[in-house]
């Protein structure tokens, strides 16, 4: 399948990568360097269902995480493209 991998140049460091195959399947992911420690505290954080974090249980590890990935369809990939040039067009201005 081929891949393109596309780096932040900002805090915190990330990547976009675009995966996909001729059997009609497009693969977004983002990922984060520290997406494990990121998925932790956001777990300890919500699964309280109060304002006090519950912390995860010693040993529990989050370090097969690397971040989101959504599977697109030809219909959501054309929304996504309009999406992405209509915020750099309205984010940089429209290219010449």
């Known amino acids: ?3 393109e991998r596309i780096t932040s140049t900002t ?6 990568i675009v995966t996909w195959s001729r059997d009609s399947i497009v693969q977004i992911a983002t990922t984060v360097n520290d997406a494990d420690e990121r998925l932790r505290a956001w777990t300890e954080a919500t699964t309280g269902g109060t304002d006090q974090p519950v912390p995860t249980a010693p040993g529990t590890s989050f370090r097969t995480f690397d971040g989101w990935h959504i599977n697109l369809d030809r219909a959501g990939l054309n929304q ?3 999406v992405l040039r209509a915020a750099r067009d309205q984010a940089f201005g429209k290219d010449e």
């Open 1 to 3: 399948m081929p891949r």
């Open 11 to 16: 805090q915190p460091r990330g990547d976009l």
């Open 80 to 82: 996504l493209i309009r």
